[in-house]
Structure formats: structure tokens, C-alpha cells
């Protein structure tokens, strides 16, 4: 049941959140696929990437692209991630948000839709700085006896 509503809730903020916010969408996604891969899967990416296009008013597809790739990088990387302490697994997440961002740039630069700045990586940053804060959240909604 907390796997529905944290991915409600994380559509819920990536639709109020401020410009340079992560795609926690995204970031959920990502938790759920180390943790729980048995019922977080490349389906769920893309139905939920389809959401997110909806949601966003985008390509649709876009986000179901890249939640698709890096659903089934999650999956294959996860026993690796999952024994890394948070710093390490921090700069593995900072990777496949840097890689999902360029996915986009593909998609933009197809549509010809070029970012204005530099500030288009902002997102990256923001989700890598706040992946250990949203892993504890969810470690502890998940396993409420560990932490």
C-alpha cells in the first residue's frame, strides 16, 4: 500500500514544485526499483512516465522513455547501489539523473526545443542533494523498525 501512495504523492509534488525541483516521480521510482523489484518494474516506470507526460504537458513518452531506461538501470545496479553507504549510493543516483536529463536533451534537441541555460541541470543536483533525505523517509515508511 505505501508504494501507490508515495509515487501519488510524488506526482502530487512534481506538479506544485518549484522550478529547479527534482522529478521526485523520478526519485521515488528509483527507491522502489532497488528495494522492491519484484513490484516496482519497467511497467510501473512507464505507466508512471506516461503520468508524468500527462501531468507536465509534454512529448508524450518523454518521461516514459527515460523512466523506462533508468527503471532498468535501477534494477540491474541495485545489488551493487544497495551495499554502498548513503555517499556513494548519492553519487550513483546524481549518475542516473544526469542520464535521464541527457535523455531529455536527445528528445528537445529532436523536437528542436534546445534548454535556455545551464540551469536545465539543476534538477540533478537538487534530486542528488536530497536522494539521502527521501531514502531515509521512505526506508523508514517502508521498514518501520529499521534505521
Not at 506538479?15 to 516496482?40: D, E, G, H, K
Not at 512516465?49 to 527503471?71: K, N, T
Request: charged content about 5%.
Amino acid at each position: 500500500m505505501i508504494i501507490p501512495i508515495s509515487f501519488i504523492l510524488a506526482l502530487l509534488a512534481d506538479t506544485i514544485a518549484w522550478q529547479y525541483a527534482p522529478n521526485f516521480s523520478l526519485l521515488v521510482l528509483i527507491y522502489w526499483c532497488m528495494v522492491r523489484p519484484q513490484a516496482v518494474g519497467i511497467g510501473v516506470a512507464f505507466g508512471l512516465g506516461l503520468l508524468q507526460d500527462s501531468l507536465s504537458g509534454v512529448l508524450l513518452g518523454q518521461h516514459a522513455f527515460g523512466f523506462v531506461i533508468i527503471a532498468y538501470l535501477s534494477h540491474q545496479l541495485s545489488p551493487r547501489i544497495r551495499l554502498f553507504p548513503i555517499w556513494q549510493q548519492t553519487l550513483s543516483i546524481l549518475m542516473l539523473l544526469t542520464l535521464e536529463q541527457l535523455l531529455y536533451l536527445w528528445i528537445m534537441a529532436l523536437t528542436y526545443q534546445p534548454p535556455d541555460t545551464l540551469l536545465y541541470w539543476m534538477p540533478s543536483i537538487t534530486g542528488t542533494v536530497l536522494w539521502p533525505i527521501l531514502f531515509l523517509l521512505l526506508q523508514q515508511l517502508h521498514h518501520p523498525s529499521k534505521l
